[in-house]
């Protein structure tokens, strides 16, 4: 069993941070990419960030220069640093890694089960 375990979201006012962590539990043997996407309400789910074990990244052009994606391999844990909030950051915010399980010979994709993000203005 894989588990992914968010935390940090809440209510920031404009202008604000928040840093979102997402720790992945259980039987796991490897892990590929680690990642942030978000839903708002009436909005498809969309990719935020991205990071690769070797620490490559990828950010949507819409948080670019504001949030920073960031990964602790030793604790197989995500992090998403978010500065410069705006109300159209307000989402729920989910955590996904693509990973091999113990016992596993391919890749599968895990989620968290979300935090919800809002941001006031």
């Known amino acids: 069993q894989v588990q992914l375990v968010e935390s940090g979201g809440g209510l920031v006012q404009t202008g604000g941070s928040l840093r979102l962590s997402c720790a992945a539990s259980g039987s796991i043997f490897s892990i590929n990419t680690m990642g942030w996407y978000r839903q708002a309400p009436g909005k498809q789910r969309e990719l935020v960030a991205t990071?690769?074990?070797?620490?490559?990244?990828n950010y949507v052009d819409s948080v670019k220069g504001r949030f920073t994606i960031s990964r602790d391999n030793a604790k197989n844990t995500v992090y998403l640093d978010m500065n410069s909030l705006e109300p159209e950051d307000t989402a729920v915010y989910y955590c996904?890694?693509?990973?091999?399980?113990?016992?596993?010979?391919?890749?599968?994709?895990?989620w968290g089960q979300g935090t919800q993000v809002t941001v006031s203005s």
């Open positions: 990071i690769t074990s070797g620490g490559s990244t």
């Open positions: 996904n890694a693509v990973l091999r399980a113990q016992r596993s010979s391919y890749l599968t994709s895990y």
